[in-house]
């Protein structure tokens, strides 16, 4: 099992770009979530969906777009990059949302 | 709508001390708790998680909490604190039934004195 994995790890990006994170799980988890985690914020749910075709906004989904066509896949695509959103994303997978929460390593993203 | 106070942002202490990582809630109704490990450029990991039962869990790497409702509190203990400790800690919380949120604290860091 590879469990939960991003790409890239790391990315710079101009205001205006956009692109897309991707974010992987092979243990066949219903839930998937994504966070950023700025200094002094801790982890902020962005978005998170409860199965394949389902997604639900998060604290701050503004900037941000997500879609779940399969199980496995749940990328985060970012409209138009702001420097707001320099940050380290964070995916994760879950059985269900109270159960263990699987994280990846995280993608440092620098927008200029 | 939930929320998560972590009161310490950064705790200081001894090696082979004790330490308390402290940790309230709010909600307007019954929560899962948990307790998350970040080590230095890594994702984060479980530490220990309060689903229902008895209040006092028991998580990895000798690590306890007990939830008190009365004082919508999660907090984290540890008798004797290693080096290897050396991490941010985060406690989160989640509604029962409802939007399926997992709400965070903003971190505690731990930093371990030899």
């Known amino acids: 099992n590879a469990g939960v994995t991003q790409t890239p790890k790391f990315q710079v990006l101009k205001t205006g770009q956009s692109m897309t994170l991707q974010c992987a799980q092979d243990?066949?988890?219903?839930?998937m979530s994504w966070y950023r985690q700025d200094p002094g914020m801790g982890l902020r749910l962005i978005h998170y969906s409860v199965g394949a075709g389902i997604t639900d906004q998060g604290e701050v989904p503004n900037g941000y777009n997500v879609s779940r066509s399969t199980t496995e896949d749940f990328p985060l695509r970012l409209l138009s990059a702001a420097p707001s959103q320099t940050s380290v994303y964070f995916c994760?997978?879950?059985?269900?949302?109270?159960?263990?929460?699987?994280f990846g390593p995280g993608t440092r993203l620098l927008v200029l | 709508a939930q929320s998560v106070t972590q009161l310490d942002s950064q705790v200081p202490v001894f090696e082979e001390a004790p330490v308390e990582l402290r940790c309230n809630y709010s909600?307007?109704?019954?929560?899962?708790l948990f307790w998350y490990v970040q080590y230095p450029n890594q994702g984060l990991q479980l530490l220990l998680k309060y689903l229902s039962g008895s209040t006092l869990v028991k998580g990895i790497n000798g690590f306890e909490a007990e939830f008190n409702k009365s004082q919508t509190s999660f907090h984290l203990r540890k008798p004797s604190v290693h080096i290897s400790d050396t991490a941010e800690y985060f406690c989160?919380?989640?509604?029962?039934?409802?939007?399926?949120?997992?709400?965070f604290g903003i971190g505690t860091k731990l930093q371990v004195i030899p």
């Open positions: 243990m066949n988890h219903e839930y």
């Open positions: 909600s307007s109704v019954s929560v899962y």
């Open positions: 989160a919380v989640l509604n029962r039934g409802g939007y399926q949120k997992v709400t």
């Open positions: 994760a997978s879950s059985p269900r949302p109270q159960e263990t929460q699987y």
